[in-house]
């Protein structure tokens, strides 16, 4: 899966079942979830799976593209985390509790 910045490459049907129980349970909203696909960093773990998280330069990016008027949903998307498999799939989601260790 192929992310553009600016235009959603990422729907809901691309999460597992477990993904979209744990947005639900997480209050985690669709929107966010795009956002965070569109302008996270991506991250390898070494087992096969990308970890996506927003960074300081993907917050800037987001505010360059859309203005100030959307930092209220970045505030929410600041701490959100997924997990997609190889073949793209959003494994899980989450909210960051603790700092990401940088390769």
Do not use: F, W
């Amino acid at each position: 899966m192929v992310h553009a910045r600016g235009k959603s490459m990422h729907q809901l049907s691309d999460c597992t079942h477990h993904a979209r129980v744990r947005m639900q349970q997480r209050g985690i909203a669709p929107s966010a979830l795009e956002l965070l696909m569109d302008y996270g960093r991506a991250s390898h773990d070494h087992h096969g799976r990308v970890l996506v998280h927003m960074d300081a330069n993907s917050r800037r990016s987001v505010l360059r593209d859309y203005g100030a008027g959307v930092s209220k949903v970045l505030d929410r998307v600041r701490g959100l985390y997924a997990v997609m498999g190889k073949d793209g799939v959003v494994i899980t989601v989450g909210h960051r509790y603790r700092r990401m260790r940088r390769e």
